[in-house]
């Protein structure tokens, strides 16, 4: 035990929720005052986000904000749950090539072979160096344990995938942040009740709540004050979320048994899904449409969820607040049907998820109509 730890023992109040507090409140405060650094510099040398065929903005906003979120979270994760980098070797550096990626892409826009190279390459050392990988499908499909190869193979690809899908829905202000924000929530609750070995987790997610809630401040404040969080940001955020959702996952294995493999909650991966839904039915779905369309699924538009409330004249505010609601309806479901059969409740999940998608579709078609 460290020289910290002998120190909050002294203190009548019990040592994890001291430290729950402290992180909340470091990672928020550092953010808080990085990031008008982080503009100042921004602007003083031109590095902004520029409007373009993805953009739904129609000026010049600083995009670096992701460079205060990082600075935020190592510095607190490393004081508060320090014990993480101990389990998890290889997640430090990590994120320090994410955030090196994420920086130059920003700045420079970095071929998208580049970006993906080094996406397998962080997920790979988290997945092979650090051992976090996708273990059992728990039923999904008729699949259990996988072994070992599939499990790191599905376990990178799905690293990727997640990543690049939480990016693609930070396309108006607040959309990121907010669902950023309960998504953490969700899984440090998670964490909580399911026991002590899980409270640096818990730690982690109230850092990452406190510094987005920091940094959403700023990004649906007014022109002077505005700023993105770009991709050094959104794939951090990404990758940490499918870091801890893949950990959630793995919590409800419980070890063979005379020979058989028992789960703590047979719907563990789904409702890990239902958490992650918006990313990955936006993503789905422009996929589908290009597809349809016979275009590149890697090709830019605005398809994308956020994109068609746009459309329909509302606000990116309101557009938050409509997707975050729908989408927090889909995980209040999942988790009063989380005993159901496991292809059953994805099959419910994915189902309410496309037709939150394609809402936006009909009334645009109405109000054309009309």
Known sequence: MDKIDLLLQQIDFPIFYLKVVLSFVFSFLITWYSIPTVIKISRRKNLMDEPGQRSSHERKIPN????????????????FAYQLFDLYKFLFASLVILLYVGVMDDIVVMRAYKKLLAQVVVSALLVIGSDVRIRSLFGIFGVYELNYFLSVL?????????????????????????????????????????????????????????????????????????????????????????????????????????GAVFY????????????????????????????????????????HIHHKLLKLGITHKRATFYIISYYLFIVIISYFLRHVEVNL????????????????????????NN
């Open 64 to 79: 670096l904000g992701g460079i205060a979120m990082f600075f935020s979270i190592a510095v607190c994760a490393s004081i």
């Open 345 to 368: 409740l994805l099959i419910i999940i994915l189902l309410l998820g496309f037709l939150g998608a394609y809402l936006p579709d009909f009334f645009i078609k109405r109000k054309i």
């Open 154 to 258: 599905f376990s990178i690809v799905t690293f990727i995938i997640l990543v690049n899908a939480y990016n693609l829905i930070d396309g108006i202000d607040g959309l990121a942040g907010v669902y950023g924000v309960i998504c953490f929530s969700l899984f440090g609750i998670s964490y909580y009740r399911l026991g002590e070995y899980n409270y640096p987790l818990v730690i982690l997610s109230t850092t990452i709540i406190g510094t987005v809630i920091s940094f959403l401040y700023y990004n649906l404040s007014d022109r002077s004050k505005k700023i993105f969080m770009g991709d050094t940001g959104s794939m951090l955020l990404g990758f940490l979320l499918t870091f801890t959702a893949i950990c959630f996952m793995d919590i409800f294995i419980v070890k063979k048994v005379q």
């Open 264 to 303: 703590h909650l047979n719907t563990a991966p789904v409702m890990a899904i239902a958490i992650m839904i918006l990313p990955i039915i936006d993503t789905l779905n422009v996929i589908i449409i290009r597809l349809a369309e016979k275009r590149s699924p890697f090709d830019a538009d605005k398809n």
